[in-house]
């Protein structure tokens, strides 16, 4: 369908817009540079100074090409985008468009939101041609470009629909048809099937890698930001994996270099995700923060911990240890299980096997797999995860006897920690959750810092560390509880 209505939008010679990108320059050659980060840091004022986000950034955007910017939360992926849309300014470096500096919005990029962003009290048609408004294009002819647009991308029969109408893909194809209708030099999106359902998202993908792969695309170039491993290996032509510790610097650039379409079965495509993997997740390539694992060159029995972090004496000190240590969003229940299921292969087994024996991407259990982790009962060691001694005590315990095992470890998690320490402090008081959200706040965005909080919280509970009443917004120690630091 999308091929059928790229053909008629071409025959119909629907005009390219006058007024944007592709009437100002010639279209670009394959290969030439369209967009260029050099030195690209950005930073945000924090209540301690600036809060870095990104340090250092070199990348470089070429016409034909397909470029994910890949990452975990926190690594500064979709700030990176927004420096090169020209949406946030950089801190220092340049982002430069064909050559030319970035003063303001960059006019070569149009941008494809993970949350729609389309206007409740505008038609479909309407959405469409808000772009096309802003350039001051005759209402005639954005009508018809618009028109053109939603039948490309597959919605035509509901230009005069408001998107309340629609389902989640049916809004998101309005965002690509917005975005699409402006034939910008270069395409982003920003997560953009993330919030749609599994069948819905493949959909949308396999369409729009249909129309990429005819060379009648109107865009040059595509970045996409994404956290998916398996979604960045079948879409994109290079994948700049992105780290966050302790701000977002660019790890590595894989040339992912397969003919499309690309079979997930493939041998070539599984050994890319595993290389990717162990990319994202640096096991092999570097050493973690306290209360993290050795990489893959530690021993078959060597600990976990390749640092081990003193005590601290005082909330303040497990404050700085926070800042390096985000927590994980996994759920006791989600790390158990995972910790359950290695155990029952012999306390060791490869990740992409499980994951694909549980119909799950290999990034949908990172949390869990990080998780254990920063407890120290597992670690990563090529692409295996092996339960170390605790956690195969932990995974074979009952719920009573498993409850003291991970107190034990959470104890030893920065956040759990701080919290921890901060009650006994005064053991008859409480501590309202607003004093740690300030601490997180200096290092982390209220989005972060709301998970992380949630986490700990979690944990906390399950080990019967502290107590949290959600109406006061309050921790206290666990009456009940048998183990103290």
């Known amino acids: 369908m999308a091929l059928k209505a790229l053909r008629k939008l071409r025959t119909l010679g629907a005009p390219a817009t006058p007024t944007g990108p592709a009437a100002a320059v010639p279209r670009a050659a394959d290969g030439d540079v369209l967009l260029e980060t050099?030195?690209?840091?950005?930073?945000?004022?924090?209540?301690?100074?600036?809060?870095?986000?990104?340090a250092g950034i070199d990348l470089k955007i070429r016409a034909g090409e397909i470029v994910a910017l890949l990452g975990k939360s926190g690594s500064g992926k979709s700030t990176l985008l927004r420096c090169m849309a020209g949406l946030i300014p950089a801190s220092s470096g340049t982002v430069s468009y064909r050559g030319e500096p970035l003063t303001g919005a960059n006019p070569g990029t149009a941008m494809v939101f993970q949350t729609f962003a389309l206007l409740p009290w505008l038609t479909v048609q309407q959405n469409v041609e808000l772009g096309l408004e802003a350039r001051g294009v005759p209402a005639e002819e954005r009508a018809r470009a618009a028109v053109q647009a939603i039948d490309l991308i597959g919605l035509d029969?509901?230009?005069?629909?408001?998107?309340?109408?629609?389902?989640?893909?049916?809004?998101?194809?309005?965002?690509?048809?917005?975005?699409?209708?402006?034939?910008p030099d270069v395409l982003m999106m920003d997560e953009p099937f993330s919030a749609l359902d599994?069948?819905?998202a493949e959909n949308l993908r396999g369409e729009l890698m249909e129309l990429w792969e005819s060379g009648q695309f109107p865009t040059r170039a595509v970045v996409l930001v994404t956290h998916n491993i398996e979604e960045a290996v079948l879409?994109?032509?290079?994948?700049?994996?992105?780290?966050?510790?302790?701000?977002?610097?660019?790890?590595?650039?894989v040339?992912?270099?397969?003919?499309?379409?690309?079979?997930?079965?493939?041998?070539?495509?599984?050994?890319?995700?595993?290389?990717v993997y162990r990319i994202m997740t640096g096991r092999a390539k570097e050493t973690r923060l306290s209360g993290a694992g050795a990489g893959a060159g530690a021993g078959a029995g060597a600990p976990l911990r390749a640092e081990t972090v003193e005590s601290a004496?005082?909330?303040?000190?497990?404050?700085?240890?926070?800042?390096?240590?985000?927590?994980?969003?996994?759920?006791?229940?989600?790390?158990?299980?995972?910790?359950?299921m290695v155990a029952h292969r012999?306390?060791?087994?490869?990740?992409?096997?499980?994951?694909?024996?549980?119909?799950?991407?290999?990034?949908?259990?990172?949390?869990?797999?990080?998780?254990?982790?920063?407890?120290?009962?597992?670690?990563?060691?090529?692409?295996?995860?092996?339960?170390?001694?605790?956690?195969?005590?932990?995974?074979?315990?009952?719920v009573q006897t498993s409850k003291p095992l991970f107190a034990h470890a959470a104890?030893?998690?920065?956040?759990?920690?701080?919290?921890?320490?901060?009650?006994?402090?005064?053991p008859e008081a409480a501590v309202r959750a607003g004093f740690f959200r300030d601490l997180l706040a200096h290092h982390f965005t209220s989005e972060q810092v709301e998970r992380q909080l949630e986490t700990a919280t979690d944990w906390g509970r399950y080990a019967e560390l502290y107590a949290y009443d959600a109406d006061r917004q309050e921790y206290r120690l666990d009456e009940g509880a048998s183990f103290r630091t």
């Open 38 to 54: 050099v030195g690209l840091t950005k930073s945000y004022a924090g209540a301690d100074g600036e809060l870095p986000v990104l």
């Open 157 to 183: 029969g509901f230009e005069s629909a408001y998107p309340k109408e629609l389902s989640g893909g049916m809004r998101q194809r309005v965002g690509f048809a917005r975005a699409l209708v402006v034939e």
């Open 198 to 200: 599994v069948l819905t």
């Open 235 to 253: 879409m994109a032509d290079r994948i700049v994996v992105l780290g966050s510790r302790p701000y977002g610097t660019i790890r590595e650039t």
């Open 255 to 275: 040339e992912v270099g397969l003919d499309r379409p690309r079979d997930r079965d493939a041998p070539a495509f599984q050994e890319l995700i595993d290389r």
């Open 313 to 340: 004496e005082s909330a303040d000190q497990d404050k700085r240890t926070v800042a390096g240590t985000p927590l994980p969003a996994a759920t006791v229940d989600g790390l158990s299980g995972l910790a359950e």
């Open 346 to 398: 012999g306390g060791r087994c490869d990740l992409a096997d499980l994951a694909d024996e549980l119909g799950l991407d290999v990034d949908d259990m990172l949390p869990q797999v990080d998780a254990l982790d920063l407890l120290g009962f597992a670690r990563v060691s090529g692409d295996d995860l092996v339960l170390t001694e605790a956690g195969t005590a932990f995974a074979e315990a009952d």
């Open 411 to 426: 104890t030893e998690v920065p956040l759990v920690k701080l919290i921890t320490n901060s009650l006994l402090q005064r």
